[in-house]
Structures are given as structure tokens and as C-alpha cells.
């Protein structure tokens, strides 16, 4: 009779047991999706947008080289309105990416910020010389002050670039490492049962061996009786 409640202990210990792991498991899962739900909401959208910004300058740049190339004057007007339309679609995508929270109080969003509004300007000082038809100014100061601030506006951006992705990796990193030592905690947890069956079995080989010992060599338990 005892032997059956003891059983019958076990087995709801046993179900409860794996009703508990099953119930943390789908909360550590759920966890684990939204924590990389929010990583692919902060990192992708902003590396997509850096990547349009990249390629909005470039074209920029190469509009100002033809522009102040004299061989396309009879493309200046068309060309002027493109370097103008390319530039502000650049300026809205650049402010779009300073808006984001993953560039909020970082080093990385006040020099973007900066060299994007360097930029601009000397952007608006190239077309203002170019709708002037000051050509060999025009490609002077391409040459010597447009183009250098577009390296150093590309150089930020590429550190964005590497910041945003840096900081996926260890994002990634830290979940695995968590889901690692959560599933090394369930599986302790869930291996009760073979600790609980090892430490009976224990527990009944030294009764056993006690017995053994006591029905074949009473005297050692006779002698450990015996008064002093």
C-alpha cells in the first residue's frame, strides 16, 4: 500500500515535472522569437537604408563629374535637375537613418550628422556654380572640396555600417549563449526522474548490502553491540 502511494507520488511529480518544462520551453521560445523580431526590426531596415544612401551619393558624385565635364554642356540642365532630385532624396534618407533607434546616443550619429549636412552645402555651393555655367570653377571645386567631403561622408557611413552589424553579431551571440544555458537548465530539469531512480537504487543496494552483511556475518553487528 505504501509502495502505491509512493508511485503514484512519482508519477504526478513526473507530469507535473514535464508540464513545467513544456510550459517554459514555449515562454523561452516565445522570448527568443521577439528578441529577434526586435534585431530584425532595428538592424535590416537601417542597413537597407544605409545601402540607398551609398548608392544616392554615388550618383550624386557622378553627376557632379559629368556636370563639370565641358563635353556634356548640352546636357546641363537635364543633369542639374537629377544631381538636385538625387541629392534630396539623399538628405531624406540620411535624416530617415538619423531617426533611428538603433544610431540614438551612439559616437556614430553626430559625425553622420554633421558630414551630412558638410556635404549638403557644398552639394548646393557645386550646383550653384554649375546653373552660373562656372564649369572650371565648377570642376575645381569638385575636384577639391566636393569630392573630399563625400570620402569622409562615406567613411562615417561605413562605420555605421560596421556598428550596425557589429552589434547584430553580439545580439546573436548573447541569444545563443542564453538559449545554451536555458537548455542545459531544462535538461537537469528534466532529468529528475533518472537522479531521483539512481539515488533508490543507491539507497536499496546499500540496504541490501546491509543485510547481506547482516545475515551473513552477524558477528561484526554482535560485536559492534556488545557493551564496552
Known amino acids: 500500500m505504501q509502495f502505491g502511494r509512493i508511485r503514484f507520488v512519482l508519477i504526478l511529480a513526473l507530469l507535473g515535472s514535464n508540464l513545467l518544462v513544456g510550459v517554459l520551453s514555449l515562454y523561452f521560445l516565445r522570448s527568443m522569437d521577439q528578441r529577434y523580431s526586435v534585431l530584425?526590426?532595428?538592424?535590416?531596415?537601417?542597413?537597407?537604408?544605409?545601402?540607398?544612401?551609398?548608392r544616392e551619393l554615388g550618383g550624386?558624385?557622378?553627376?557632379?563629374r559629368r556636370i563639370s565635364d565641358p563635353k556634356n554642356e548640352a546636357d546641363w540642365?537635364?543633369?542639374l535637375r537629377q544631381m538636385d532630385e538625387?541629392?534630396?532624396?539623399?538628405?531624406?534618407?540620411?535624416?530617415?537613418?538619423?531617426?533611428?533607434?538603433?544610431?540614438?546616443?551612439?559616437?556614430?550619429?553626430?559625425?553622420?550628422?554633421?558630414?551630412?549636412?558638410?556635404?549638403?552645402?557644398?552639394v548646393d555651393r557645386f550646383l550653384?556654380?554649375?546653373?552660373?555655367?562656372?564649369?572650371v570653377e565648377a570642376n575645381q571645386f569638385n575636384a577639391e572640396v566636393l569630392r573630399p567631403a563625400y570620402d569622409r561622408y562615406m567613411d562615417v557611413l561605413d562605420n555605421v555600417a560596421n556598428y550596425v552589424e557589429r552589434e547584430?553579431?553580439?545580439?546573436?551571440?548573447?541569444?545563443?549563449e542564453d538559449s545554451r544555458m536555458f537548455g542545459g537548465f531544462l535538461l537537469a530539469f528534466a532529468g529528475w526522474p533518472l537522479l531521483a531512480a539512481g539515488v533508490i537504487i543507491v539507497v536499496m543496494a546499500?540496504?541490501?548490502s546491509g543485510l547481506l552483511v547482516a545475515v551473513f556475518f552477524p558477528r561484526l553487528f554482535a560485536a559492534k553491540s556488545r557493551p564496552a
Open 128 to 135: 550653384v556654380l554649375a546653373r552660373a555655367q562656372k564649369i
Open 40 to 54: 530584425f526590426d532595428r538592424s535590416v531596415p537601417l542597413l537597407n537604408n544605409l545601402r540607398t544612401l551609398t
Open 206 to 208: 546499500l540496504l541490501v
Open 60 to 64: 550624386v558624385q557622378r553627376l557632379a
Open 77 to 79: 540642365s537635364a543633369l
Open 86 to 122: 538625387a541629392s534630396n532624396n539623399a538628405k531624406a534618407h540620411g535624416l530617415e537613418i538619423s531617426s533611428m533607434d538603433l544610431l540614438k546616443e551612439t559616437r556614430h550619429l553626430g559625425a553622420m550628422v554633421r558630414l551630412s549636412r558638410e556635404y549638403d552645402d557644398k
Open 168 to 176: 547584430g553579431s553580439d545580439l546573436r551571440v548573447r541569444y545563443a
